[in-house]
């Protein structure tokens, strides 16, 4: 698996794990746990972005192996 590939997983990984413990943390009225949601998430986006961006750039720098 590349990087990018991995990096997105990751990500995606990190925004389901924010997701379930907002869930927990309604569930069981704990505030912080709820409030963990944020960060998780952003961070999960944010690792999914970079897996993203990193993918594009191997494309585009495949791309130009073969023109050369």
């Given at each position: 698996?590349?990087?990018?590939?991995?990096?997105?997983?990751?990500?995606?990984?990190?925004?389901?794990?924010?997701?379930?413990?907002h869930?927990?943390?309604?569930?069981?009225?704990?505030?912080?746990?709820?409030?963990?949601?944020?960060?998780?998430?952003t961070?999960?986006?944010?690792?999914?972005?970079?897996?993203?961006?990193?993918?594009?750039?191997?494309?585009?720098?495949?791309?130009?192996?073969?023109?050369?």
């Open positions: 698996m590349k990087r990018s590939a991995r990096k997105q997983a990751n990500g995606g990984m990190r925004e389901l794990e924010g997701d379930i413990k869930k927990v943390g309604r569930a069981t009225k704990n505030r912080d746990l709820q409030a963990e949601r944020a960060i998780e998430r961070g999960g986006k944010m690792q999914r972005k970079a897996g993203e961006f990193e993918k594009d750039l191997e494309d585009e720098l495949e791309g130009e192996d073969e023109n050369v």
